[in-house]
């Protein structure tokens, strides 16, 4: 009886090798020339396509929030299905894009932005600036004296090697 029980272990392991064989025999070595290539699947063209529309209004919506009612899920899901399409017919996909061009579109808007808040906060400063000049002529026309600092005001720290010039 033992040596049954002993031939139907024998048996199992050797389907188990013989499987183990055949399924290594399929896997080719590498620089193999022989072996079939394998293509590695294309991109999500659906999924890229959501992912430039949801980028495009959230750069349009950041611009201008009174766009944002414009850009509802599902315009945005009709919107993507029709850019899909057009993406596979040309290839496109952003795993494809230059770099640049992706940080252009990631870092652009934002840089836009702060530009044009930068500029109004200068715009802002020269009027300040010509409205204190304007003060400052009409005082002097009018024959005011400038305003001056109290008389109990601390002394400026000089260093003493200023000092020597002053």
């Not at 079939?36 to 999500?44: K, M, S």
């Not at 040309?90 to 494809?96: D, R």
């Not at 409205?131 to 305003?147: C, F, H, T, V, Y």
Request: aromatic share 4%.
């Amino acid at each position: 009886m033992e040596n049954a029980t002993e031939n139907h272990e024998l048996a199992g392991l050797a389907s188990l090798a013989a499987e183990a064989d055949q399924a290594a025999a399929g896997v080719a070595a590498p620089g193999d020339p022989t072996a079939p290539e394998l293509v590695p699947p294309g991109p999500d063209y659906a999924t890229e396509a959501a992912g430039m529309v949801d980028m495009l209004g959230a750069m349009i919506c950041g611009y201008s929030p009174a766009c944002a009612p414009l850009w509802g899920t599902e315009t945005k899901q009709r919107m993507a299905m029709s850019v899909a399409p057009v993406m596979e017919k040309y290839g496109f996909s952003f795993g494809a894009m230059p770099v640049e061009l992706t940080a252009l579109v990631v870092c652009g808007p934002v840089l836009y932005q702060s530009a044009r808040i930068i500029g109004a906060q200068m715009a802002e400063d020269k009027v300040k600036a010509a409205e204190a000049q304007k003060q400052a002529a009409s005082r002097n026309a009018a024959g005011l004296p400038a305003p001056k600092a109290p008389d109990d005001a601390p002394a400026a720290n000089v260093h003493p090697q200023v000092a020597l010039y002053a």
